[in-house]
């Protein structure tokens, strides 16, 4: 009852912001009939649609422990460096990741952080209040709505900052357990809802654009009934097609390739809960990829449970010497992205046990001891995958026990 009373004036206070936004009325209506994949006949196949998202599961490490003490310590210090560097777009996306452990960790006066955050997130007025100079992130498209980021697709103009990679806000508000209905308003005024932002992927999407965001949300938010659908240039595409183009990603990937092995291994979760969402060709590829990773990662493992960046995920700088400090971001940052998705994988699509743990004690000793030079240093969103997936990874971790506030 505690927790439930401490964390009421954050619920109410989305919730005041959604009523404010969000009316149903012609823009919802229309934007649904806009979506090409998602053509209807009648109001009653419209309710049919999902509109919550699939849980986020985790796998957590049998006898892997946090103590709240340095559970607390680690999620105090990313969000007050969060905070520190709250004006950049990329800094409170990575934050509004950890929304969940903080819920359930932090104060109240230390949530608010994350409430900013996810209402800034939701409405462009808002946002412009913690980013007043930045491009607006949210814009009116032909197919509904869309956040920007460095495809140009959105706006017509070159990268413009902040966000590096497409549908990460999408995926982030799916795995975070926020409905379809969930209303968002551009940077023009116009209202609309979550759905919106998922029909413009769609509608939008094709192989060469980057896809593990896309996959990820596509993964919690698609119904079996809606793994094909038409883009907007008559293209016709699927969910396998959409797994398949992260699986034959060629090396090395964005941010070392962890996010591809994070994208495959919640497909290939999602694929034994519901067989029907993939082909079983498609899956046993994906499933191959992680194998191949994981066949990579027990033999290159460092003694004191670290990685150093690799070919398949990207390699260490080139040019010049590289610094103490420099190779302790380095590993820190590679590490830390492996155990993210360790943490969401099947227990035969991952490394076994002791070489996790073994990690994960790595990250979790050098951010208690170092943390201070990673926290503030210039890989601080890398620093908060590392945060995340440790957390996941602890036994008895509970990532959606606030879904959807």
Same mark, same amino acid.
């Given at each position: 009852?505690?927790?439930?009373?401490?964390?009421?004036?954050?619920?109410?206070?989305?919730?005041?912001?959604?009523?404010?936004?969000?009316?149903?009325?012609?823009?919802?209506?229309?934007?649904?009939?806009?979506?090409?994949?998602?053509?209807?006949?009648?109001?009653?196949?419209?309710?049919?649609?999902?509109?919550?998202?699939?849980?986020?599961?985790?796998?957590? =490490? *049998?006898?892997?422990?946090? $103590?709240? %003490?340095? +559970? /607390?310590?680690? &999620?105090?210090?990313?969000?007050?460096?969060?905070?520190?560097?709250?004006?950049?777009?990329?800094?409170?996306?990575?934050?509004?990741?950890?929304?969940?452990?903080?819920?359930?960790?932090?104060?109240?006066?230390?949530?608010?952080?994350?409430?900013?955050?996810?209402?800034?997130?939701?409405?462009?007025?808002?946002?412009?209040?913690?980013?007043?100079?930045?491009?607006?992130?949210?814009?009116?498209?032909?197919?509904?709505?869309?956040?920007?980021?460095?495809?140009?697709?959105?706006?017509?103009?070159?990268?413009?900052?902040?966000?590096?990679?497409?549908?990460?806000?999408?995926?982030?508000?799916?795995?975070?357990?926020?409905? =379809? *209905?969930?209303?968002?308003? $551009?940077? %023009?005024? +116009? /209202?609309?809802? &979550?759905?919106?932002?998922?029909?413009?992927?769609?509608?939008?999407?094709?192989?060469?654009?980057?896809?593990?965001?896309?996959?990820?949300?596509?993964?919690?938010?698609?119904?079996?009934?809606?793994?094909?659908?038409?883009?907007?240039?008559?293209?016709?595409?699927?969910?396998?097609?959409?797994?398949?183009?992260?699986?034959?990603?060629?090396?090395?990937?964005?941010?070392?390739?962890?996010?591809?092995?994070?994208?495959?291994?919640?497909?290939?979760?999602?694929?034994?809960?519901?067989?029907?969402?993939?082909?079983?060709?498609?899956?046993?590829?994906?499933?191959?990829?992680?194998?191949?990773?994981?066949?990579?990662?027990?033999?290159?493992?460092?003694?004191?449970?670290?990685?150093?960046?690799?070919?398949?995920?990207?390699?260490?700088?080139?040019?010049?010497?590289?610094?103490?400090?420099?190779?302790?971001?380095?590993?820190?940052?590679?590490?830390?992205?492996?155990?993210?998705?360790?943490?969401?994988?099947?227990?035969?699509?991952?490394?076994?046990?002791?070489?996790?743990?073994?990690?994960?004690?790595?990250?979790?000793?050098?951010?208690?001891?170092?943390?201070?030079?990673?926290?503030?240093?210039?890989?601080?969103?890398?620093?908060?995958?590392?945060?995340?997936?440790?957390?996941?990874?602890?036994?008895?971790?509970?990532?959606?026990?606030?879904?959807?506030?």
């Amino acid at each position: 009852m505690k927790t439930k009373l401490r964390c009421l004036p954050p619920l109410l206070a989305i919730a005041m912001i959604s009523m404010a936004l969000y009316r149903p009325g012609p823009t919802s209506i229309s934007a649904i009939g806009r979506g090409i994949h998602r053509r209807v006949e009648s109001a009653a196949a419209i309710g049919a649609q999902r509109t919550l998202p699939r849980p986020l599961r985790t796998v957590p =490490l *049998d006898g892997f422990i946090i $103590t709240p %003490a340095d +559970r /607390r310590t680690l &999620l105090t210090q990313a969000t007050k460096w969060c905070m520190v560097k709250g004006n950049s777009i990329g800094v409170r996306i990575h934050a509004l990741r950890l929304r969940e452990p903080a819920y359930a960790t932090l104060d109240q006066h230390d949530f608010a952080f994350y409430d900013d955050t996810l209402a800034g997130f939701l409405d462009s007025e808002r946002f412009r209040s913690w980013a007043p100079d930045a491009v607006p992130i949210l814009f009116d498209t032909p197919y509904g709505a869309a956040y920007r980021s460095n495809n140009t697709s959105v706006t017509g103009k070159p990268y413009l900052g902040g966000l590096m990679h497409v549908d990460k806000v999408l995926s982030t508000l799916a795995e975070l357990g926020f409905s =379809l *209905d969930t209303a968002v308003t $551009t940077a %023009a005024a +116009r /209202r609309h809802c &979550l759905r919106d932002v998922l029909d413009d992927s769609l509608c939008r999407w094709k192989p060469e654009r980057e896809s593990e965001w896309s996959l990820i949300a596509y993964c919690h938010y698609l119904g079996s009934d809606e793994t094909a659908w038409v883009s907007s240039k008559g293209d016709k595409h699927s969910l396998d097609e959409v797994v398949q183009t992260v699986s034959r990603q060629p090396p090395p990937g964005t941010c070392m390739g962890t996010h591809r092995l994070y994208a495959l291994a919640k497909a290939c979760m999602l694929s034994r809960d519901e067989p029907s969402m993939f082909s079983a060709a498609v899956v046993a590829e994906a499933e191959a990829e992680l194998r191949d990773a994981v066949r990579q990662l027990s033999v290159t493992q460092r003694l004191d449970g670290s990685w150093p960046a690799q070919r398949r995920f990207s390699s260490e700088p080139s040019a010049g010497m590289v610094t103490r400090d420099e190779s302790a971001y380095i590993s820190l940052a590679t590490t830390g992205h492996m155990l993210e998705w360790f943490a969401i994988a099947a227990s035969d699509l991952r490394p076994a046990p002791h070489v996790i743990r073994k990690a994960a004690r790595y990250v979790e000793t050098e951010l208690l001891t170092n943390g201070e030079m990673h926290f503030r240093g210039p890989r601080l969103t890398a620093v908060t995958h590392a945060v995340r997936g440790l957390l996941h990874l602890c036994a008895g971790a509970d990532p959606t026990s606030g879904a959807g506030r």
